[in-house]
T-cell receptor, first 118, second 109 residues
Framework: GAVVSQHPSWVICKSGTSVKIECRSL??????MFWYRQFPKQSLMLMAT?????????EQGVEKDKFLINHASLTLSTLTVTSAHPEDSSFYIC??????????????FGNGTRLTVT | EDKVVQSPLSLVVHEGDTVTLNCSYE??????LLWYKQEKKAPTFLFML????IEKKSGRLSSILDKKELFSILNITATQTGDSAVYLC?????????FGAGTTVTVRA
């Protein structure tokens, strides 16, 4: 079964509003989670690394004030797209490694959130 | 700059055919190479390769890594329509994954 749960699966919002996406590890603790974005016909691009109890680390070109990440507990990370615009419409996916595994353990992905900004 | 290049970008085959997908990479800090299958939702894990020359198999799928020539191959034998998907390879550096553009495989009945 799923080990990483992402909610919502899809969301439509109006331009200028904010949207929050949740990512939960279901049966393990995740001190680190990763947020990816995938535009149509393109591959997944890492946006940021979410760190429990500390600030997220953003990849080059990703606006930290626009994409707010909060990792308040060992099982939950949230991504808030603030003041969303149509160009933010994309597929957002979170992932998490099982704690205790080696650094080479495969990541588990959530089912993704399809965001459409009108 | 690290990069992952997949080829072909897309291909169409008929059920029963064999498919070979390529992934070449140039990375500065390689830990492992992973293959994922993506069907409209999030990727599902197929293989993780860390050692050169050791083939990994799972049913009709198999994969191998060549760390000297910096590439990996994913093979799918006796393809079925359910194999239609985008196949992604990615290299891993401390859990961070850098993905290739993917190969779209379409299997026709």
């Amino acid at each position: 079964g799923a080990v990483v749960s992402q909610h919502p699966s899809w969301v439509i919002c109006k331009s200028g509003t904010s949207v929050k996406i949740e990512c939960r590890s279901l049966d393990f603790q995740a001190t680190t989670m990763f947020w990816y974005r995938q535009f149509p016909k393109q591959s997944l691009m890492l946006m940021a690394t979410s760190n429990e109890g500390s600030k997220a680390t953003y990849e080059q070109g990703v606006e930290k004030d626009k994409f707010l990440i909060n990792h308040a507990s060992l099982t939950l990370s949230t991504l808030t797209v603030t003041s969303a615009h149509p160009e933010d419409s994309s597929f957002y996916i979170c992932s998490a490694p099982r704690q205790g595994r080696t650094p080479n353990s495969p990541l588990h992905f959530g089912n993704g959130t399809r965001l459409t900004v009108t | 700059e690290d990069k992952v290049v997949q080829s072909p970008l897309s291909l169409v085959v008929h059920e029963g055919d064999t498919v070979t997908l390529n992934c070449s990479y140039e990375v500065t800090n390689f830990r492992s190479l992973l293959w994922y299958k993506q069907e409209k939702k999030a990727p599902t894990f197929l293989f993780m390769l860390t050692s050169s020359g050791i083939e990994k198999k799972s049913g009709r799928l198999s994969s191998i890594l060549d760390k000297k020539e910096l590439f990996s191959i994913l093979n799918i034998t006796a393809t079925q329509t359910g194999d239609s998907a985008v196949y992604l390879c990615a290299f891993s550096n401390d859990y961070k994954l850098s993905f290739g553009a993917g190969t779209t495989v379409t299997v026709r009945a």
